[in-house]
T-cell receptor, first 110, second 115 residues
Framework: QKEVEQDPGPLSVPEGAIVSLNCTYS??????FMWYRQYSRKGPELLMY????GNKEDGRFTAQVDKSSKYISLFIRDSQPSDSATYLC??????????FGSGTRLQVQP | DTGVSQDPRHKITKRGQNVTFRCDPI?????LYWYRQTLGQGPEFLTY????????KSRLLSDRFSAERPKGSFSTLEIQRTEQGDSAMYLC?????????????FGPGTRLLVL
């Protein structure tokens, strides 16, 4: 079983919809949680970084961390066709190496 | 600040050949990471440097793989005697490790195809 599980999708939504992306994890030592966006054939780009349980908002993006359930989420409001990409959750312990989920492919239809 | 750069962007090689990739981190970032990403998967950690010291290596980094960061700036990743299973995207990331909340910034990757 992988340490980080993420539904690969694809997830297809109409423009303007609210998108919910999720990851579950098994290692309770994970302390730092990130969401990266990756366009086709490009490197991952950091979207959100959270440390503790709770919510963090940045523009149209909201990240949630529930350490008790070992569950993290990313919400995208008013989704746009330019949001079409693969979304990767990532997390780490006190060590430096990131552990990634397998990514969810999102397609926002105009 | 031009971001993390990687060279080459694409490499096609025959099985058994050696290949070398280069990564130039964001200037003044003291930490540099290598990851490997296969199709439909997230990146997997290979190794990381703090300045010129290689501090951690994943078990994925077989003895055919070697990485260096000789002057604490750019880094190279060499794969000897390539195998078809080495075909993947090799990603480099860098960070400024001054706090617990450090952010890894990724380069565009080098896509390797072993025939």
């Amino acid at each position: 079983q992988k340490e980080v599980e993420q539904d690969p999708g694809p997830l297809s939504v109409p423009e303007g919809a609210i998108v919910s992306l999720n990851c579950t994890y098994s290692n309770s030592a994970f302390q730092y949680f990130m969401w990266y966006r990756q366009y086709s054939r490009k490197g991952p780009e950091l979207l959100m970084y959270t440390y503790s349980s709770g919510n963090k908002e940045d523009g149209r993006f909201t990240a949630q961390v529930d350490k008790s359930s070992k569950y993290i989420s990313l919400f995208i409001r008013d989704s746009q066709p330019s949001d079409s990409a693969t979304y990767l959750c990532a997390m780490r312990t006190g060590r430096r190496a990131l552990t990634f989920g397998s990514g969810t492919r999102l397609q926002v239809q105009p | 600040d031009t971001g993390v750069s990687q060279d080459p962007r694409h490499k096609i090689t025959k099985r058994g050949q050696n290949v070398t990739f280069r990564c130039d981190p964001i200037s003044e970032h003291n930490r540099l990471y290598w990851y490997r990403q296969t199709l439909g998967q997230g990146p997997e950690f290979l190794t990381y440097f703090q300045n010129e010291a290689q501090l951690e290596k994943s078990r994925l980094l077989s003895d055919r793989f070697s990485a260096e960061r000789p002057k604490g700036s750019f880094s190279t990743l060499e794969i000897q005697r390539t195998e078809q299973g080495d075909s993947a995207m090799y990603l480099c990331a860098s960070s400024l490790g001054t706090s617990k909340k450090e952010t890894q910034y990724f380069g565009p990757g080098t896509r390797l195809l072993v025939l």
